[in-house]
Nanobody, 117 residues
Framework: QVQLVESGGGLVQAGGSLRLSCAASGSTLSIYAMGWYRQAPGKQRELVASITRGGSIMYINYADSVKGRFTISRDDAKNTVYLQMNNLKTEDTAVYYC????????WGQGTQVTVSS
């Protein structure tokens, strides 16, 4: 069973940057499509970025709300997925999770991102 541990969140001012990491154990991530999700207070969890390896090609997609500001990447040798977040906005405040696409049965604890104005 895949275990996921997210890190890198914190408090940042609007316009700032953060880099999230998701380390996996229990299975290799290289065979899975992976995604970063977020859940803001009172809202449903949403997928913000996904990355899929198709042979030597990476297929990447972003939600419209983060396109041009967030960058997802993966290092399969380290069994880790990253999310670089630039030009953060207050509406990016949420708990961020990584998981498979489709999601695995279990979720990590997430990492809190708080963007102040």
């Amino acid at each position: 069973q895949v275990q996921l541990v997210e890190s890198g969140g914190g408090l940042v001012q609007a316009g700032g940057s953060l880099r999230l990491s998701c380390a996996a154990s229990g299975s290799t991530l290289s065979i899975y499509a992976m995604g970063w999700y977020r859940q803001a207070p009172g809202k449903q969890r949403e997928l913000v970025a996904s990355i899929t390896r198709g042979g030597s090609i990476m297929y990447i997609n972003y939600a419209d709300s983060v396109k041009g500001r967030f960058t997802i990447s993966r290092d399969d040798a380290k069994n880790t997925v990253y999310l670089q977040m630039n030009n953060l906005k207050t509406e990016d405040t949420a708990v961020y999770y990584c998981n498979g696409l489709p999601a695995f049965a279990s979720w990590g604890q997430g990492t809190q991102v708080t963007v102040s104005s």
